[in-house]
Structures are given as C-alpha cells and as structure tokens.
C-alpha cells in the first residue's frame, strides 16, 4: 500500500506575523510599521492579528523574545564554538558577526537595537524584552572570556560580563552608524576595531601569537 505524502505543515498566523515583524519594523522602525504593515506583509487580515495579539505592543514584546529564540538558534550552531582556545571562540565570534553583516542594512540590523532605541522610555514592556535579549546574548560570551582571562593570567577591567556587554555596546552602536550613513562597511570595520582592542587585551599579536 503506497502511503500519501505528508503535507508540508504552513506556519501559523502567529509565526507570520512574528516573521513580517522582524522584516519589516528592521525596514521602517517600529513607531512607523502599522498594523497594517505587518498583516499586509504576513498575509493576513487583522482579525488573525488580533486573535494572537492585543497591540502592536504586545506583538512587539513577542517579537524581541522570538528574535532571541531565532537569532539564539543561529549563534548556537555556528562553527566559532569549536576551537578548544577559548580566546579563539571569543575571536571567532566576532569574525562570524562581521559575516553577518551582508545585504541592505535592514537585513543585517538588530530588532530589538532598533526597537529599543525609539521606545526605551515610553514602553517599559518592550524596553525590558529588548533588554532581555541583548543581556541574553552577551551572557552567551562571557564564560569564554572568563576561560580566556583565566588561561592567560589577563585581568579585564570590570569582569567578564562587562567585556561582553561591551561588546554589544559596540555592535549596536555599529548598526546605528551604518544606517546614519547608510554603509554596512561602517559596521564591519567597527567590528574589526573590537576585535583588534580583544586581540591587544588579551596579548595577542595579530598573527595568533602572545606578545
């Protein structure tokens, strides 16, 4: 007996809208992108909006935690894991962000960078969510460059967690110069700047060996 083909199961409304939101709001910014932006992207009607969400705000704070969920899924499976240096993690991180940087700059943009910034003090919900997942992420480094430090005998100013915070602050801040002046170049040669000051911190030559 020949069994039918599964039928390929279609995302959900939800997901669509999730998925048009973090297109769109990365396009226009989030006070901009309407309702209807989101739904006329997703394909569906508004009904199907309000069934999943009651605002566009509460959209927003589901969309800062789906970005951490997606974005999470990437950055856990990339290659800069493997090498058994911490340091080289750490470096080979930020050589995987600089790859990242490809396309138009709403392609490569952070969501919840870009969300933050236009509401951080007039909604707490998604400045919170935004937050979430920024700190989320940078928690993600720190026990590598905790290993680092320990292994090279480096001190870091602040501690661990500062460092990787730190190095949000800077690829944030990357994004926003390279939508300012609308050159991604600005952004990867921001990030070739941080890898330089991590290289310097932890002694390292830019050939791989201990100063």
């Known amino acids: 007996m020949t069994e039918k083909p599964q039928k390929t199961k279609r995302p ?7 998925d048009s939101a973090l297109r769109v709001i990365r396009m226009k910014g989030y006070t901009a992108t309407t309702v209807d932006d989101l739904c006329r992207d997703a394909g569906v ?14 959209l927003a704070v589901a ?8 974005t999470g899924a990437l950055f856990e499976k990339a290659t800069y894991h493997d090498p058994e240096d911490p340091l080289d993690r750490v470096l ?42 920024i700190t989320g992420h940078a928690a993600t480094l720190v026990s590598d460059i905790a290993e680092a430090a320990e292994a090279r005998g480096v001190e870091i100013p602040g501690g661990a967690e500062s460092l990787g915070l730190h190095t949000q602050v800077v690829i944030q801040g ?7 002046g609308n050159a991604p170049s600005i952004a990867t040669d921001s990030i070739d700047h941080l890898k330089r000051y991590v290289e310097l911190l932890f002694g390292r030559s830019r050939n791989g060996s201990a100063q």
Not at 12 to 18: G, M, S, T
Not at 45 to 58: L, V, W
Not at 174 to 180: G, R, W
């Open 12 to 18: 959900d409304a939800r997901i669509k809208l999730l």
């Open 45 to 58: 009607t508004k009904g199907a909006f309000f069934h999943h969400f009651r605002s566009k705000d509460d």
């Open 63 to 70: 969309a800062a935690d789906y970005w951490s969920e997606t």
């Open 92 to 133: 080979g991180y930020l050589d995987f962000r600089k790859a990242l940087v490809q396309g138009d700059v709403p392609e490569f943009t952070c969501l919840v960078g870009t969300m933050v910034q236009e509401v951080y003090d007039t909604n707490p919900s998604i400045r919170d969510a935004c937050n979430r997942s």
């Open 174 to 180: 990357a994004f926003v110069l390279a939508k300012a």
